[in-house]
């Protein structure tokens, strides 16, 4: 995998606002002091329309105000979360059920495609030199002396001045070397009027023009879609070795949480999160199943957590842990390994938490419970880590340079994800607005955004007009 060294952890700088765009140098693991204004630039367009200024700075602790022992950047806590996970072992699927993963072998053909010599199109099979000099104003004619179709398994033959009518796929004939399209004649049946012939192997599929015996027609790393799966079938594969889809199991914490077929009491919210971040999973291309709400009860926790433990490939838990102590589920999972706690310099959801857990040492992912915060906290931190457990090489989603449409603040130290909706400019270029004005509810404001806006922690306002970080949300993206 490309970025990992020996040991399996991943190294190297991994700026999530920047993935597709030239590396920056690398920021410093401490945050920035000082603060840094983005204006418009003069390679910016002008943006039309209103641009009402969103909510001022958010009010965070100051990054330096937190123990150095529990704040770190997001770049330290995703490498932290990359070099950890799993390289589940390559196992062996259906060809259908194998779409979307990567292949895990070279696949070598043992057999040529095509398997025969045949017909590329519609038409008449004959000798190139019979229909060298044909011309739409002098046609040659030759004696049609029988048809060849698809699924035909007896040989024919033909010799000068003959031709025979083939279908596509059908076997050529022995002694032709070309085929005629059948609009470029009259389309005879007794004897056929060629107005223009085709060079020698024209419209001809030469046995094992595609794939030849001992070929690898399917390579490792390759990503199995319809073509492949085409390929696999014509050389008789069943099954082939495929990196699988991580195993993710998505939890809940909080006693407040009732399930989606309850109607909630005062104090109580509805689990979101288990839902939100299961479907999530599964766009990242995860085998994510959904547990629900962590019991309170402290034996039953217990036991579910470890059972959890047996069945994944890693755990995801939402939930809002205590700030300097523990509460019921952190200690349940500080009994079963290291499990730590820690400030992320990141908005919204700075409070994150990461371990490796019981006997097998699964990754587990604590991210908070308010639902914009878990769903970003998933996009920065678990959707790369499901992908580099399905072997993909692109990590994160693809960024672009867009032209903030109105004034954005952010809180200084912390590096900012804000929902917004992203569109082209008619001059060229992208335009980015955050979405609604505060006012709504958050998650109506999340359901209607496609991106998120990206600003860095050195940066407390961005000018309307300046140019801004965008991560377009796109499904299975």
């Given at each position: 995998?490309?970025?990992?060294?020996?040991?399996?952890?991943?190294?190297?700088?991994?700026?999530?606002?920047?993935?597709?765009?030239?590396?920056?140098?690398?920021?410093?693991?401490?945050?920035?002091?000082?603060?840094?204004?983005?204006?418009?630039?003069?390679?910016?367009?002008?943006?039309?329309?209103?641009?009402?200024?969103?909510?001022?700075?958010?009010?965070?602790?100051?990054?330096?105000?937190?123990?150095?022992?529990?704040?770190?950047?997001?770049?330290?806590?995703?490498?932290?979360?990359?070099?950890?996970?799993?390289?589940?072992?390559?196992?062996?699927?259906?060809?259908?059920?194998?779409?979307?993963?990567?292949?895990?072998?070279?696949?070598?053909?043992?057999?040529?495609?095509?398997?025969?010599?045949?017909?590329?199109?519609?038409?008449?099979?004959?000798?190139?030199?019979?229909?060298?000099?044909?011309?739409?104003?002098?046609?040659?004619?030759?004696?049609?002396?029988?048809?060849?179709?698809?699924?035909?398994?007896?040989?024919?033959?033909?010799?000068?001045?003959?031709?025979?009518?083939?279908?596509?796929?059908?076997?050529?004939?022995?002694?032709?070397?070309?085929?005629?399209?059948?609009?470029?004649?009259?389309?005879?049946?007794?004897?056929?009027?060629?107005?223009?012939?085709?060079?020698?192997?024209?419209?001809?599929?030469?046995?094992?023009?595609?794939?030849?015996?001992?070929?690898?027609?399917?390579?490792?790393?390759?990503?199995?879609?319809?073509?492949?799966?085409?390929?696999?079938?014509?050389?008789?594969?069943?099954?082939?070795?495929?990196?699988?889809?991580?195993?993710?199991?998505?939890?809940?914490?909080?006693?407040?949480?009732?399930?989606?077929?309850?109607?909630?009491?005062?104090?109580?919210?509805v689990d979101v999160n288990s839902y939100a971040l299961a479907a999530a999973a599964r766009d990242a291309g995860a085998e994510a199943y959904r547990s629900g709400i962590l019991p309170t009860d402290p034996r039953r926790l217990s036991e579910v957590l470890e059972s959890q433990l047996l069945r994944s490939d890693l755990v995801l838990i939402a939930g809002t842990f205590a700030d300097g102590g523990f509460d019921q589920v952190q200690e349940a999972l500080a009994a079963l390994g290291d499990m730590r706690f820690r400030q992320v310099t990141m908005h919204p959801g700075p409070a994150q938490g990461f371990g490796r857990l019981g006997r097998d040492q699964i990754p587990?992912?604590?991210?908070?419970?308010?639902?914009?915060?878990?769903?970003?906290?998933?996009?920065?931190?678990?959707?790369?880590?499901?992908?580099?457990?399905?072997?993909?090489?692109?990590?994160?989603?693809?960024?672009?340079?867009?032209?903030?449409?109105?004034?954005?603040?952010?809180?200084?130290?912390?590096?900012?994800?804000?929902?917004?909706?992203?569109?082209?400019?008619?001059?060229?270029?992208?335009?980015?607005?955050?979405?609604?004005?505060?006012?709504?509810?958050?998650?109506?404001?999340?359901?209607?955004?496609?991106?998120?806006?990206?600003?860095?922690?050195?940066?407390?306002?961005?000018?309307?007009?300046?140019?801004?970080?965008?991560?377009?949300?796109?499904?299975?993206?």
């Open positions: 995998m490309d970025g990992e060294d020996s040991t399996g952890a991943y190294r190297g700088y991994r700026d999530t606002a920047q993935v597709d765009m030239p590396m920056a140098p690398p920021r410093p693991s401490v945050p920035v002091r000082g603060t840094r204004r983005v204006t418009p630039t003069q390679a910016s367009r002008p943006v039309p329309g209103p641009r009402a200024v969103v909510d001022g700075p958010i009010p965070l602790p100051a990054a330096e105000s937190v123990p150095l022992d529990r704040i770190c950047t997001v770049e330290r806590h995703l490498d932290e979360i990359l070099g950890a996970v799993p390289q589940p072992h390559p196992i062996e699927l259906a060809v259908l059920d194998a779409q979307g993963l990567l292949c895990a072998e070279d696949v070598e053909s043992q057999r040529a495609l095509p398997a025969f010599d045949q017909a590329a199109l519609e038409g008449y099979a004959v000798r190139s030199d019979d229909v060298a000099g044909a011309l739409p104003q002098a046609p040659v004619e030759l004696a049609v002396v029988g048809e060849s179709v698809a699924g035909a398994g007896t040989p024919s033959s033909i010799g000068p001045g003959m031709a025979i009518r083939v279908a596509a796929g059908s076997m050529m004939p022995a002694g032709a070397d070309v085929v005629v399209p059948a609009v470029w004649t009259d389309q005879g049946t007794v004897r056929v009027a060629v107005h223009a012939g085709p060079p020698a192997g024209g419209y001809v599929r030469r046995t094992g023009d595609d794939v030849a015996p001992g070929d690898a027609a399917v390579q490792v790393g390759t990503p199995i879609g319809p073509a492949q799966i085409s390929l696999l079938a014509a050389m008789g594969r069943e099954r082939v070795l495929v990196r699988p889809r991580p195993r993710i199991v998505v939890l809940s914490a909080g006693p407040e949480l009732v399930d989606i077929g309850t109607v909630p009491a005062p104090g109580q919210v587990v992912i604590c991210i908070p419970g308010e639902p914009v915060a878990a769903l970003v906290a998933f996009e920065v931190f678990v959707r790369p880590a499901i992908r580099l457990m399905l072997g993909k090489r692109q990590l994160f989603r693809r960024t672009v340079q867009a032209v903030a449409g109105q004034q954005l603040s952010s809180p200084l130290g912390y590096r900012q994800y804000l929902h917004g909706t992203v569109m082209r400019h008619p001059d060229g270029g992208y335009v980015v607005e955050p979405v609604g004005d505060g006012t709504e509810a958050l998650m109506a404001r999340m359901a209607r955004a496609n991106c998120l806006i990206v600003i860095d922690e050195d940066v407390t306002e961005v000018a309307a007009g300046g140019l801004v970080t965008v991560m377009p949300l796109l499904l299975g993206g």
